[in-house]
C-alpha cells in the first residue's frame, strides 16, 4: 500500500493492523493514539503437555515402550480435566491402535496397560480411557477368531464394565454388551470356545459394581439412558432380565414401574418368554393389579394369549384382579379375555365372560352368545344372555327371543315355559333388537299382564335400563 500510487489514503489503514514486536514477550496493537494496549503472552505449556505430545509424535513401533507404560496413567490422569482433555483422548486412541497389533504379545501389553490405568483412574479419567477404547475393544472383541485372542480382550472386561458403568458411559457399555458379546455369545457360526468365554463375561457382570448401576438407571426420567440400562441387562440375560421385570411388576413406586416398562418395551419380543414366566398361574394375584397400568407398553401376541388363558384357568384371585381392572386394560386383551372365558368349560366364568362383554361393549362374543342362548336350558343363564343382547341389540337373535318370549307355563304346570322374570328379560332383549318380527313377538308379549307388571315396574325403578 505504502509504494502503490496513492500511497497516503492507505496510512491510516496500516495504522489499524496488529503490530507485534518480535523477540520480546509484549504484544502491542496499534491505535489512533498513542495509547498501547499490552497483552498478556500465551500460557507456557505443563511439562504433562509437552510430554504428551512428544509420545503422540512417535512413530507407531516406537509409541509402546517402557517409558510410555510408567508415565500412561499419569499423563491421562493429568490432561483428562479441562483443556487439555483432547491430548487426553488421542493418547487413549493411540493405545487402542496397539489392540489390533499382530503380535498377541503385543496386544495383551496394550491390555493390561489399559487395565492398569483404569483401576485406579479418577471418573473423569475413566470417561476418557472408556469412551476412546470402546471402539476398538468393540472390534476386536467381534472379529476375533482365535480363542486365544478373543480371552485376551475378554479378560480386561471385569475391569472395564465397571469403570464404564461408574463414570457414565453408559451407551459404549450397551455397544459392548450387547452389539458384541451376546452377539457373539448366541451367533451360531461363533466357535464354542468363544461362545462360552463372551456367555462366562455376561453372567459375571452382576457380581461387579456395574449391576447396581444398571439397575438404579433403568427407574430414571431420561428416556436415553433408561433405554441403554435395559438394553444393556438384556444383553446380559439371565437373572437380569428377571431383575428388570421384576422392577416392572413389583416396585411400589408407580412412576418407577413406567419408567422400567417403557424401557422395556424397545425390547418386547426378547423378554416376551421371561414376562410370561412371571405372570403365571402360580403368581402373586396383587401382581397383576400392579402391571395394568404398564401392560399397553410391552404386551405382545404371546403375551396376550397367555394372560386370557390365566384368567380363564388360574385362581379366583387372579381373575378377580384382572377382571376388576378391565377398564384400564388394551382393548386387544380385553377380547381375548372375554373369548376365552365364554367359551370355558365353567359355568361361573362363562357368567363372567359374559358379565364382561356386557359391560365394555365386546361384540366378537356375539354369535358363540347366540348360539348359547338358542341351547340354554338354565334360567338364569338365559337371563344373563338376554340381558347381553339388551346391551348390545345389533345381531341379536330374534327368533330365540321370540321363543323364550312366547314359552310360558300351560296347563296347571303340566307344559313346562319359562317364568315370568326370564320372559320380561327376553322382551327388553327384543324391544331394543326393533324390527317387524321382534315388535309383533314384543306386542303379543304385552298381553301377559305379568309380562306389562315385570316391565313397567323395571322402567319405574331408579336407574332402569332404556
Not at 33 to 57: F, G, N, Q, T, Y
Not at 345 to 371: S, Y
Not at 378 to 405: N, Q, W
Request: proline residues 6%; charged residues 25%.
Amino acid at each position: 500500500l505504502s509504494t502503490a500510487p496513492g500511497a497516503g489514503l492507505g496510512d491510516g489503514l496500516i495504522a489499524e493492523l496488529p503490530h507485534v514486536s518480535f523477540g520480546s514477550k509484549q504484544y502491542e496493537r496499534a491505535g489512533l493514539a498513542d495509547e498501547v494496549v499490552e497483552l498478556a503472552p500465551p500460557p507456557k505449556p505443563i511439562r504433562s503437555e509437552i510430554r504428551a505430545r512428544e509420545m503422540l509424535a512417535l512413530p507407531y513401533d516406537r509409541f509402546f515402550s517402557p517409558r510410555m507404560e510408567e508415565a500412561f496413567p499419569v499423563l491421562v490422569e493429568t490432561l483428562a480435566l479441562g483443556a487439555r482433555r483432547p491430548l487426553a483422548e488421542q493418547l487413549v486412541e493411540r493405545l487402542g491402535e496397539h489392540f489390533h497389533d499382530k503380535e498377541l504379545r503385543h496386544r495383551r501389553d496394550a491390555y493390561d496397560l489399559l487395565a492398569r490405568s483404569l483401576a485406579f483412574a479418577s471418573p473423569s479419567c475413566r470417561q476418557v480411557e472408556v469412551s476412546k477404547s470402546a471402539s476398538p475393544l468393540r472390534k476386536r472383541l467381534l472379529e476375533d477368531e482365535g480363542s486365544m485372542e478373543f480371552r485376551a480382550a475378554a479378560d480386561i472386561l471385569p475391569i472395564w464394565v465397571p469403570a464404564a458403568a461408574t463414570s457414565g458411559c453408559l451407551r459404549e457399555l450397551a455397544d459392548l454388551v450387547g452389539g458384541a458379546l451376546r452377539r457373539r455369545a448366541d451367533a451360531p457360526e461363533t466357535s464354542a470356545e468363544i461362545a462360552v468365554a463372551a456367555e462366562a463375561v455376561l453372567q459375571h457382570i452382576p457380581s461387579t459394581a456395574a449391576y447396581p448401576v444398571l439397575l438404579a438407571a433403568v427407574q430414571r426420567t431420561r428416556a436415553e439412558e433408561r433405554a441403554l440400562a435395559i438394553g444393556t441387562l438384556v444383553g446380559i440375560g439371565g437373572e437380569a432380565v428377571s431383575r428388570v421385570i421384576e422392577l416392572v411388576m413389583d416396585h411400589a413406586d408407580p412412576q418407577a414401574r413406567q419408567s422400567a416398562a417403557l424401557g422395556l418395551s424397545l425390547v418386547s419380543e426378547q423378554v416376551a418368554g421371561d414376562v410370561v414366566r412371571a405372570l403365571g398361574p402360580e403368581a402373586p394375584p396383587e401382581r397383576f393389579g400392579r402391571v395394568v397400568d404398564v401392560l399397553t407398553h410391552f404386551l405382545s401376541p404371546t403375551l396376550t394369549a397367555h394372560l386370557a388363558t390365566v384368567t380363564e384357568s388360574g385362581s379366583n384371585e387372579i381373575r378377580r384382579e384382572l377382571l376388576g381392572a378391565a377398564e384400564r386394560l388394551p382393548r386387544g386383551l380385553v377380547i381375548a379375555m372375554t373369548r376365552r372365558l365364554v367359551a370355558s368349560q365353567d359355568a361361573a366364568r362363562r357368567e363372567d365372560g359374559i358379565e364382561l362383554a356386557m359391560r365394555l361393549k365386546v361384540d366378537v362374543v356375539n354369535i358363540d352368545l347366540r348360539k348359547r342362548l338358542e341351547e340354554a336350558v338354565d334360567e338364569s343363564h338365559i337371563r344373563k344372555l338376554c340381558r347381553y343382547f339388551t346391551a348390545m341389540p345389533a345381531g341379536s337373535p330374534v327368533a330365540a327371543l321370540s321363543r323364550i318370549l312366547s314359552s310360558r307355563p300351560k296347563f296347571f304346570g303340566l307344559v313346562k315355559g319359562y317364568s315370568p322374570e326370564t320372559r320380561a328379560e327376553a322382551a327388553r332383549a327384543l324391544a331394543k333388537a326393533g324390527g317387524k318380527d321382534a315388535e309383533a313377538a314384543l306386542a303379543a308379549a304385552l298381553a301377559d299382564p305379568k309380562i306389562k307388571a315385570i316391565l313397567d315396574a323395571a322402567e319405574a325403578a331408579p336407574g332402569a335400563r332404556r
